[in-house]
């Protein structure tokens, strides 16, 4: 329960920016259509959208242990041997800002690759409210439920003309999380890059092991991309953070972008920050590159 809270807080917790940007104009649209429930209305003004031309792009369906798993696959039409990037999404699933993402990414040449890790606990993109989603789906997704579907998703890639020689794992939010837990878990993974996951937490059956509990036997670079201001995930976490890995030599680091809050990089949120977003892409894609993504 105390990480569904914590889960929680840093979902609708506000930032120094929540209440100015809602000024500005928090408003319900058509391009509502294609995002999560729980995340309505969008903040028309600031969504990012990336077209699809000169890609292949779009919802595929893997077989994992008799469970077709959806997945949003975006790549360079027609291009073989691509390096893979697993796109890891927040709570509210592979809705439209996630897809939007895998876009971007093929539009560097990476085949990237967001698989929808909750499909056989329902639809997160359905459910009305944050609360609801969190206690209803979110706090039934096993760990180890998740490894096992990225391990296939990246079994798929290696089959389908992805290079899995140079694989790279990013995640949102919960996808933050799961970032630093897939870096651990498989070592072909050359790179990951954190955005405000979670790092500490009380261990559970289903959680069993938390970012910080890994720091130390790391052994992938991660960079982790974090709020000043997140009021759910507070900079002493971080530090916490930081100082595990320094155990370790995995070579990871932090950016902390001072005035942020938590989903600074979620442009259909209040919690947008488009200056903070645009250097923490850059830093990702230079992330991945130097380590061989």
Not at 257 to 274: L, M, T
Request: one cysteine or more; a neutral charge.
């Amino acid at each position: 329960m105390e990480n569904m809270k914590e889960d929680f807080d840093s979902l609708v917790g506000k930032s120094a920016l929540s209440d100015e940007v809602n000024r500005r104009g928090f408003l319900k649209t058509t391009l509502g259509t294609g995002f999560a429930a729980a995340v309505l209305p969008v903040c028309a003004q600031s969504v990012v959208k990336t077209d699809a031309d000169g890609l292949t792009a779009g919802t595929i369906h893997v077989t994992i242990n008799g469970q077709e798993v959806p997945v949003y696959r975006a790549q360079p039409a027609g291009k073989k041997n691509l390096p893979v990037i697993l796109v890891i999404s927040e709570i509210f699933g592979v809705h439209e800002y996630i897809a939007d993402v895998a876009r971007r990414f093929a539009r560097q040449g990476y085949l990237a690759l967001a698989p929808d890790l909750f499909v056989r606990q329902g639809d997160p993109t359905k459910y009305p409210s944050i609360a609801e989603l969190q206690k209803e789906l979110i706090s039934k997704v096993p760990d180890a439920q998740v490894m096992s579907d990225l391990d296939a998703i990246v079994a798929w890639a290696k089959a389908n003309g992805g290079n899995t020689a140079r694989l790279g794992i990013t995640g949102f939010c919960w996808g933050g999380r799961i970032t630093w837990l897939y870096a651990a878990h498989n070592p072909q993974v050359k790179a990951g890059v954190a955005w405000y996951g979670r790092l500490v937490g009380n261990k559970t059956a289903l959680q069993p092991t938390h970012p910080v509990d890994i720091a130390a036997s790391l052994k992938t670079p991660v960079l982790g991309l974090y709020g000043g201001k997140d009021t759910g995930i507070p900079v002493t976490t971080v530090v916490e953070m930081q100082d595990a890995l320094k155990r370790g030599k995995s070579g990871s680091e932090f950016i902390l972008f001072k005035d942020a809050g938590h989903a600074f990089h979620a442009d259909y949120r209040p919690s947008y920050v488009e200056a903070d977003a645009k250097e923490g892409w850059q830093h990702c894609l230079t992330w991945f590159k130097a380590n061989g993504v």
